[in-house]
């Protein structure tokens, strides 16, 4: 996501909105008794907390993060499919 980001911020928020903002939500109404922050803070929600019940057991982030010398191997490879393929675009 941090290098879709990178490439194309447009793209990924594009992505985000369909693809996360949804995941977020829920079709169960509020109660008449829940808390609301219309006029000041609510007492007791200092922090934010979240159902951390969908996490991503393998990141590939986090293994390149882990891995730097296979980072610099992946990155330079990208970058020389970039060059091929702006080469072969300049060509036709």
Request: charged share 20%; net charge positive.
């Amino acid at each position: 996501m941090l290098l879709g980001q990178r490439l194309s911020p447009r793209m990924m928020d594009a992505f985000m909105l369909r693809a996360a903002f949804g995941t977020q939500q829920t079709d169960e109404p509020k109660g008449p008794d829940a808390p609301n922050a219309l006029f000041g803070p609510v007492e007791g929600h200092g922090k934010a907390q979240a159902d951390l019940d969908k996490t991503v057991s393998r990141s590939l982030q986090v293994w390149l993060d882990t891995h730097p010398a296979m980072k610099r191997g992946v990155l330079a490879a990208l970058g020389a499919a970039v060059l091929l393929a702006a080469r072969a675009a300049v060509r036709s």
